[in-house]
């Protein structure tokens, strides 16, 4: 499977990169070029990487990831990891980087918000 990215300014100034399929050997470097080709263009608030569509990523993915982190940081701009795929989510948690990213949490297709717990009599 191949690698579409998507690019959008959302409201604050924030850029969403949001990747599509699989990030692996072949395609990791898309991520890190789509992050350096934001921060050639302006200096958003934030960047957000939306992985809600990606369906596989391997170490060179997340080495990717990092390094965009990284490029983000030297510009003075944050990046975020935001909805990331269970598959994803799971990687970073792994690897022990899902804090770095912002420990967002897994996405869920059709997920609601959680109810509110029901409290007992007497508890």
Do not use: C
Request: hydrophobic share 50%; net charge negative.
């Amino acid at each position: 499977m191949s690698l579409s990215i998507v690019k959008s300014v959302l409201a604050g100034g924030v850029v969403e990169i949001a990747p599509r399929g699989e990030i692996d050997v072949d395609t990791a470097y898309e991520v890190r070029e789509a992050v350096v080709e934001v921060l050639a263009k302006s200096r958003p608030a934030r960047i957000e990487l939306n992985m809600r569509l990606v369906t596989f990523i391997d170490s060179v993915g997340i080495s990717a990831m990092v390094a965009g982190f990284q490029t983000a940081g030297v510009s003075g701009v944050k990046l975020v990891v935001t909805e990331p795929s269970r598959f994803v989510h799971r990687q970073l948690w792994v690897t022990g980087l899902l804090g770095l990213f912002g420990a967002p949490e897994p996405y869920f297709a059709g997920a609601t918000a959680a109810p509110e717990p029901e409290v007992l009599p007497g508890a």
